[in-house]
């Protein structure tokens, strides 16, 4: 596989529309590529999803914010307090310290 090839939450030469109900409940079964057409549906899913015990301790799904399209992703290492509380990553200490960085 080329390190040059960008892969994409979402396919979009698939036209399936979201069907939740047949994403499979087992997290060890994959979700396959396009079942999402946009963010906003993989929040939606998330917020209710119990595929793992994540979801039985989590108030919010912390999915992401910013630009899909931007050239930089920055992955945390889990959310915290502020973040589960918000369902917003990076909004904590250490957030606001990454912001100061990145301005």
Not at 19 to 27: E, F, K, L, R
């Amino acid at each position: 596989m080329s390190s040059d090839l960008q892969l994409s939450l979402f396919d979009s030469n698939q036209s399936a529309t979201f069907q939740t109900d047949s994403i499979p409940a087992n997290a060890k079964i994959p979700i396959p590529a396009g079942t999402y057409q946009n963010m906003e549906q993989i929040g939606d899913h998330c917020n209710r999803c119990h595929r793992c015990e994540l979801g039985n301790t989590r108030t919010h799904a912390v999915i992401g914010r910013g630009n899909p399209q931007a050239s930089i992703l920055i992955v945390g290492e889990a959310p915290g307090q502020n973040e589960d509380e918000t369902g917003l990553p990076f909004v904590g200490r250490s957030g606001k310290l990454l912001d100061k960085i990145l301005e």
